[in-house]
T-cell receptor, first 109, second 110 residues
Framework: KNEVEQSPQNLTAQEGEFITINCSYS?????LHWLQQHPGGGIVSLFMLSSGKKKHGRLIATINIQEKHSSLHITASHPRDSAVYIC???????????FGQGTRLTINP | DAGITQSPRHKVTETGTPVTLRCHQTENHRYMYWYRQDPGHGLRLIHYSYGVKDTDKGEVSDGYSVSRSKTEDFLLTLESATSSQTSVYFC?????????FGEGSRLTVL
């Protein structure tokens, strides 16, 4: 069964801390997406990756194909990073994404 | 900005009434999706389209129908709304594999 699990479900940290959010999936994928949703807001695509690592500003996404695991890192976290972060996997041979439950991140000043 | 607009953004309706949500895109992308988002469930696919008049069901399609008569418009219809369809509905398009979402439509069924 195609499944995506995220951890932790909730994460609270202080401004400036290094943040890691994890995403594990069950079988081989074609691509993995990281999305961001601010409270009451829309959903924004942060990264799409199928191997290696991508970086955009203070955000870094990595994926380990052998371990079926991806991480989203935030360096020098800021209260404006407070949001729900969602990973979604496009499994090989499938046309539809499977979404994780999301990680609610709160960064306190 | 991928040029996606959803309408209406907010709607309150009564059980048993029909409701249509519209997703409009300006960039002629082939793939369009309707999702619903509920607490504890994350995003779940209702229906998707891979071209004009080409649609397929997602994991929570019961009670919903869709139509795509033009590339730019993907309509989601609730023929007879129920309280369990109270949710936030998101439209999305896929462009070179990357996803772009509309701002969401909050539907309340009383």
């Amino acid at each position: 069964k195609n499944e995506v699990e995220q951890s932790p479900q909730n994460l609270t940290a202080q401004e400036g801390e290094f943040i890691t959010i994890n995403c594990s999936y069950s079988v081989g994928i074609s691509a993995l997406h990281w999305l961001q949703q601010h409270p009451g807001g829309g959903i924004v695509s942060l990264f799409m990756l199928s191997s290696g690592k991508k970086k955009h500003g203070r955000l870094i996404a990595t994926i380990n194909i052998q371990e079926k695991h991806s991480s989203l890192h935030i360096t020098a976290s800021h209260p404006r990073d407070s949001a729900v972060y969602i990973c979604a996997a496009l499994f090989q041979g499938a046309q539809k994404l499977v979404f994780g439950q999301g990680t609610r991140l709160t960064i306190n000043p | 900005d991928a040029g996606i607009t959803q309408s209406p953004r907010h709607k309150v309706t009564e059980t048993g009434t029909p409701v249509t949500l519209r997703c409009h895109q300006t960039e002629n992308h082939r793939y369009m999706y309707w999702y619903r988002q509920d607490p504890g469930h994350g995003l779940r696919l209702i229906h998707y389209s891979y071209g004009v008049k080409d649609t397929d069901k997602g994991e929570v399609s019961d009670g919903y129908s869709v139509s795509r008569s033009k590339t730019e418009d993907f309509l989601l219809t609730l023929e007879s709304a129920t309280s369990s369809q109270t949710s936030v509905y998101f439209c999305a398009i896929s462009r070179t594999g990357e996803l772009f979402f509309g701002e969401g439509s909050r539907l309340t069924v009383l």
